[in-house]
Structures are given as C-alpha cells and as structure tokens.
C-alpha cells in the first residue's frame, strides 16, 4: 500500500502564501506523474497543477503565474507554493500521484489520493 500525507495547509489572508507539501511512502518502485487538485464548497474537484517525474509542470489557467508545482523524487515528495492567495482558491487541496509498484508477481501503475488539506483565503 502507499499513503499520501499532505501538510502545509491553513487560513492565511488574500494576498499571502502558502507551501503544501505531500510526502508519498509505501510499496513504491517509482513515482510517475504527481498533482494537485481542489475542491471548493459545491464544486467539482479540478486538476490545479501536475508534474511529471522529468519536471516538466502543468497549470490550470486560473493559477498560471501564481502557483508553483515542484517535486523532490528522493523523497517522493511534491509541493504546491501558492502566491497572492485570493478568496477563491480556498478549497481542500488534495494530492495525486500515479505509483508504479513491483512485487514478485506483478507491475503495475496505481492511483493514490491524499487525504486532502483546507485551505482558507480571508478577504
């Protein structure tokens, strides 16, 4: 199995910052892809940001230039740094990683969900 732990979340007024973190451990051979999705009070969880093992980053349009995805593959670990933080962008912000796992019988690659971590914007 592999857990996903999330930290880093919290109230912060619009216009400050905050860091989400998301360490991975378990049964892992490696991590593929790694993202972060949001889901606010009465909408559908969207994708906000991935990465890919190589680095390269995808952004949602509506956080393009504000957040910033990274990742630390020695520790199996993504980040979210989230700048000039709006009302808005409160929601739970919950981490994807797609985790390739090998055993004597087996490899395959496997979706894991994070617990989710609030965030809240204050105006």
């Known amino acids: 199995q592999v857990q996903l732990v999330e930290s880093g979340g919290g109230l912060v007024q619009a216009g400050g910052s905050l860091r989400l973190s998301c360490a991975a451990s378990?049964?892992?051979?490696?991590?593929?892809?790694m993202a972060w999705h949001r889901q606010a009070p009465g909408k559908q969880r969207e994708l906000v940001a991935s990465?890919?093992?190589?680095?390269?980053?995808n952004y949602a349009d509506s956080v393009k230039g504000q957040f910033t995805i990274s990742r630390d593959n020695a520790k199996n670990t993504v980040y979210l740094q989230m700048n000039s933080l709006k009302p808005e962008d409160t929601a739970v912000y919950y981490c994807?990683?797609?985790?390739?796992?090998?055993?004597?019988?087996?490899?395959?690659?496997?979706?894991?969900w994070g617990q989710g971590t609030q965030v809240t914007v204050s105006s």
């Open positions: 994807h990683a797609e985790v390739v796992q090998v055993t004597s019988s087996y490899v395959g690659t496997y979706s894991y």
């Open positions: 378990g049964s892992i051979a490696r991590i593929n892809a």
């Open positions: 990465i890919t093992s190589g680095g390269m980053t």
